[in-house]
């Protein structure tokens, strides 16, 4: 049997850097904080052949002094926490004091610095265990870390090293990671010579452009809620900008990127009412936690935590998150929303039925206004607000209907195209939710109840679900063993096609069971119900009722949306239709 032995302090080293550096984006993150922590306002990236030849950091930080920068290569050496009660409350980055000592211990690293005063920089040099003496070097302030050759005298790790390209891929995303948490700092990336990123410093919003994208810049809203010491701010996309990946996904927790579980599902959560399952959000947000209520103290690699209070850093996130995307009224920012709608009298031009020459559809459906407003068509139309040509609705006025699926709109940015379809399926859904959360969804007793063959599982489905039935307001019976009869529907669902409504209903109920569709699949029901009940392509509307849709979906939360994710409207400003005709040309 062998005999226990101290292993050399090299050896502790190279283990220690496969948990701390586990290929060069992990170097370069470590090395982007440490210049953070230093106070950094500027910081250069400089990388060859994807960071495995060559990542060298330089910042303008505070720097280090002369005497401490063997120390600063030495493993457990730090300045950021002296006691175990600062590490329970660290604000900083780094506190384990490993990172420059594990890569040193599988590169050679050249770590220059100049502190402010001082007449002229100094250096030391590492290559595994052997770290040089304090030499003078040139350096105009801050502090600069040249590795190179990573992995040189640990092959085996080498070989598990992607091709430049990816190992490259890996360092620019955590780059971008570094920048989004500071947008106030201003950083450079280089890569074999060429200039790849350089960011000024500058607001969040224009960071996120930078980095993601104008499209995600332009569409994105902006949450920012408090609560009980915790706050929730940055930017989410609109459920129509979702991805096919996760890839523009980015969570901080005082200002450290964290891969969480607990925060994911509560994102997930709060868009799965407008989103479809498919689909990825994007988002850059941050989560600021007394640090006391965070520990950051979980992996070498510092991107998982954990929270004392998990339950309520769950649920702020989520309810954060669900008001956002519930106040986002015909794309206004979220403080517009409150902003209610007067109840007045309609304009002159939309009272009186004029738009000009263009042919609009009159025929009114028979229960368009009972299904929006219990109202039957020949009551008085919703009062529209009396803007003077002010202060609009955001979704503005109908001008008229196009090929029976859109309605044409002018407000103050230019023309506004809803579908009326997916609009109207959001506004049933939002009602059909609200009166399933009350257990009020009133039944509409059928004058004629209808009859149809069913399959014998559907007979049975009635048969043993009667209750969950009633309780989303439908009065189902079997006629016979191979056929039932409809005799009320759900209020808001009395203009649908009565059948194929039944049979999606006890589809659903049939596939997945009571409890779950009136627990887990409850919304994936209410959209099912909303779907057939929601205004169908071709059915002409008057202005009146137009107007009528576009005052409800400003009303409704989510409305920006239907129950798939796809948008209900889209804005065209007079800019864009100026370019478009070459006006100003």
Known sequence: MASIRVLSELLVSQIAAGEVVERPAS???ELLENS?????????????????????????????????????????????????????????????GEALASIAAVAH?????????????????????????????????????????LY??????????????????????????????????AFALEHNGRVQENLKPGSLRSRIGALLG????????????????????????????????????YFFVNGRFVRDKLAAHAIRQAY???????????????????????????HPAKTEVRFRDARAVHQFIFHALHRTLAQSVA????????????????????????????????????????????????????????????????????????????????????????????AHERIMYEKLKGALERQEIPMQPLLVPVTFPAEALDVATVEEHAEVLRAVGFELAAASPASLVVRAVPAPLADADARPLVSDVLREIREYGASRVLTERRNELLGTMACHAAVRANRKLT????????????????????????????????AELDKLFMRGR
């Not at 994807?50 to 505070?62: C, F, P, Q, S």
């Not at 100049?114 to 770290?131: I, K, Y």
């Not at 407003?373 to 196009?402: C, I, K, M, N, V």
């Not at 129950?563 to 007079?574: F, K, L, M, S, Y």
Request: one cysteine or more; a negative charge.
């Open 27 to 29: 170097a370069l993150k």
């Open 214 to 249: 104008e499209e995600f810049h332009d569409a994105a809203l902006a949450p920012d809620e408090s609560s009980s010491g915790l706050r929730l701010s940055g930017a989410i996309g609109l459920p129509a900008h979702a991805r096919a990946s996760r890839e523009a996904q």
């Open 152 to 185: 040189f005298n640990t092959p085996a790790r080498r070989k598990f090293l992607k091709s430049e390209a990816t190992e490259y891929a890996h360092c620019q995303e955590a780059f971008r990671r570094i920048a989004l948490s500071r947008p106030e700092v």
């Open 331 to 422: 794309g206004a920012a979220p403080a517009a929303r409150s902003e209610s709608v007067p109840a007045a009298a309609p304009p002159r031009a939309f009272a009186a039925g004029g738009t000009g020459n263009m042919a609009l559809g009159l025929a009114e459906p028979s229960a368009f206004y009972e299904t929006l407003f219990g109202r039957s068509s020949g009551a008085p139309a919703p009062a529209l607000p009396d803007t003077g040509g002010h202060d609009e609705a955001p979704l503005g006025f109908a001008l008229a209907q196009l090929s029976g699926v859109y309605v044409l709109a002018q407000n103050r940015h230019g023309l506004v195209i809803v579908d009326m379809h997916a």
């Open 543 to 574: 202005l009146p009722e137009m107007n009528a849709l576009l005052r409800e979906m400003e009303e409704t939360e989510r409305s920006g949306q239907c129950n798939h994710g796809r948008p209900t409207w889209h804005q065209i400003t007079v």
């Open 109 to 149: 690293v050249t770590l220059t610095s100049r502190r402010g005063g001082e007449q002229h920089a100094w250096a030391v040099s590492a290559s595994g265990p052997d770290v040089s003496r304090a030499g003078p070097a040139a350096l105009a302030g801050g502090t600069s870390v040249e590795v190179r050759d």
């Open 272 to 298: 799965q009412d407008v989103l479809h399952h498919e689909r990825h959000p994007a988002y850059v947000l941050f989560l600021e936690v007394p640090p006391g209520q965070v520990d950051v103290n979980v």
């Open 36 to 96: 953070l922590d230093a106070g950094a306002q500027a910081i250069t990236v400089q990388l060859a052949g994807g960071g495995t030849k060559l990542i060298k950091v330089a910042d303008d930080g505070g720097g280090i002094a002369r005497d401490e920068l063997r120390l600063a290569l030495a493993r457990h050496a730090t300045s950021k926490i002296e006691s175990l009660e600062e590490l329970e409350r660290v604000a900083s980055l780094g506190f384990r």
